[in-house]
């Protein structure tokens, strides 16, 4: 065991560079477990070469993640001016201007800053009012199902570009009020934004943050019965409870975290399906078993590989490690998902494995007070995504070898650039 004593003098040759190593590119899983078992808390470097604590196990990453002396905002640290994620910002050169806009998101608030942003929109998300945007769901993805075959090039049909995209895209910019024909645009200022390119993410934020902008004057002129709405109507009742810098930033951080998520889950999950058929067959044995295959899926390669970093807001022990005030960790839910200590034969995909209960549970979704707000709308889209294309195109096949599938280089990620498929 480490202790805080010796943890710089063991560790320090194998400080993990996970943001540049293109091995947690490739294999992230075994890169991953590799790291875990050197121990719960890791230490790492950041991209500038700071110090960052990998918490790799399951039970340490729900400690950490229900921890209110763990931090999202940098600033909530006694004696710390700057908030971190605007120092990155301007790293990138995104204008100054914009920066707020990503600076005051939901998931950089802490405290009653974030209960009062969550309220405001966590009625929306509530596995009730999804449920009841079921059928609709459900009628987004037979209208793409239908579509595929038109979008074959020599037999092959591009998954990631023609469904796995189009489908949350289109659901959560429905409920959100965006217009139909700006998705092509938040497509792109998506892919923008967690390009880590400067030049792009600069271009993209200040295109989208425009955007929003003018969106938000003509609905005030003009409402409809939507998310925008709900929220310029809590403004007009009482402005204190959301600045004009936080309704475009809620608008922006939905549609963005309510696709492109979603969009590899439905892409991951699909190729571990079709890799693993005798899982497959199960499946189509007996549909009722799509919401356990889900939570197995976000589970065996879920899309986000690790949460935000937090920031200590005081000294604070995990498991052995100290922690001091102001450093940063970071919960690797990869590592955590196919933690041995916690999961039976976690590298084995089974999609009959005990019911998720409070007891056994992953953490695709991340844990605590910033669990994913759409948990219950991804869950859905996957299983009615899942449910259909396998019914609907029995012969579904890859067109390529699963080794040649191309792997985007994204470090907190797993998604794929195209997943080419037989139908
Ligand atoms: C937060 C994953 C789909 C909206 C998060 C977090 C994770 C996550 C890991 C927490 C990050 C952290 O703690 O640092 C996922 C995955 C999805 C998905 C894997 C799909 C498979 C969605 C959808 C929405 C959404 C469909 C639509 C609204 C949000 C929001 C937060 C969040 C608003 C911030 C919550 C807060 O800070 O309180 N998501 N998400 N996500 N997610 Fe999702």
Known sequence: MTTPADHTATHEP??????????????????????????????????????????????????????????????????????????????????EEYIPYI?????????????????????????RRVNELRPRVEEITDRLLDELPDTAENGVVDLIEHFTYPLPITVISEMVGVPEEDRPLWRKWSHGLISMEPEAMGNAMRDMVDHINQMIEQRRSAPSDDLIDAMIQVQDEDGTKLSDVELATMILTLVIAGHETTAHLLGNGTVALLTHPDQLELLREDESR?????????????PVLATRPRFATEDVM???TLIRQGERVQAMLVAANHDPRYFDSPERLDITRRPVTRGEQHVGFSHGAHYCLGAALARQEGEVAFGKLFRRYPELSLAVPEDELEWEQSPGMRRLARLPVRL
């Not at 050197?38 to 790799?56: A, L, Y």
């Not at 889900?294 to 065996?300: D, I, S, T």
């Open 14 to 95: 194998d400080v993990v560079e996970f943001f540049t190593d293109p091995e947690f590119v490739r294999d992230p899983y075994g890169a991953w477990a590799r790291v875990r078992e050197q121990g719960p808390v890791v230490k790492g470097r950041f991209v500038d070469g700071s110090t960052i604590w990998f918490i790799t196990r399951h039970e340490e990453v729900r400690s950490v993640l229900n921890d209110p002396r763990f931090a999202n905002n940098s600033t909530s640290v006694p004696g710390v001016e700057e908030n971190e994620r605007v120092a990155i910002m301007r790293h990138f050169g995104i204008p």
């Open 103 to 127: 600076a005051d998101s939901i998931l950089d608030s802490d405290g009653a800053d974030h209960t009062r942003l969550r309220k405001l929109v966590s009625r929306a998300f509530t596995v």
């Open 290 to 302: 799509l919401p356990a295959a889900v939570h197995e899926l976000m589970r065996w390669c879920g």
């Open 318 to 320: 995990v498991g052995e």
